[in-house]
């Protein structure tokens, strides 16, 4: 495949899971049975800003970029779509959907934006542009302050799902669902993400075995 067209296909690629992210995000807060941390504070800043909530996200995620500097965490062209494109994508998919009426809808809906969120993300992280304003953070914790991943993702997503909570955030069953379930969820489906033709990043295959001659018999005089 020419290195053009690849290339091209990637960015799809990375539209397509960028905007199928701010759908899943938008479902969450449609469903009304909680929603994950970082929606949480953005739901928590939507009631104190008269911003929608597609355009505090993406301020969010500009302002957690400045982040980065302290901790030189280098964005690619990825982080930069990321944080411009989901938030319009959820105000998008806020507009268009309703509110379930019932409580079985809510849940579907729920269970809906947890599968459509997790094959979002190995989908726009499959096509190799950089991670997420907010993933790249917790990378830079880890990185620069030594603390272990699991420690700097949990000081930061508790930090913000209290914030946010205090705010009038919607935390919920949701909200520990989505905590324990996303990774999971994500794990097994990004090895078919990179299996594309034109991924940057595809699973090795194993070598063949090459046979090895029997050594040669030694001949004794």
């Known amino acids: 495949m020419p290195r053009s067209t690849a290339l091209s296909l990637r960015f799809v690629q990375l539209a397509v899971g960028l905007f199928l992210y701010g759908a899943s995000v938008a479902l969450q807060v449609r469903a009304v049975v909680g929603v994950s941390s970082w929606t949480v504070l953005t739901q928590g800043l939507e009631n104190v800003l008269p911003w929608s909530f597609g355009v505090i996200t993406v301020v969010s995620s500009l302002v957690i970029l400045l982040f980065w500097i302290p901790l030189r965490q280098k964005p690619g062209i990825g982080t930069l779509c990321n944080a411009l494109a989901i938030g319009p994508a959820a105000d998008l998919v806020l507009w268009l959907v309703p509110e379930p009426g019932s409580l079985v809808g809510r849940v579907l809906l729920f269970g809906g934006s947890l599968v459509l969120l997790a094959v979002a993300t190995a989908c726009y992280i499959g096509a190799g542009f950089g991670t997420g304003a907010r993933d790249g953070l917790m990378v830079g914790l880890h990185e620069r302050l030594g603390w272990p991943v699991w420690v700097a993702r949990t000081v930061v997503e508790v930090t913000v799902v209290v914030v946010g909570w205090l705010l009038g955030g919607d935390v919920g069953v949701g909200t520990v669902i989505a905590a324990f ?39 004794r005089h």
């Not at 078919?192 to 018999?217: K, L």
Request: glycine residues 2%; aromatic residues 8%; without cysteine.
């Open 181 to 219: 379930a996303i990774g999971p969820m994500v794990q097994p489906l990004m090895r078919h993400f990179r299996r594309f033709p034109w991924s940057p990043v595809r699973e090795a295959r194993p070598a063949p075995a090459t046979p090895v001659p029997d050594p040669a018999p030694s001949i």
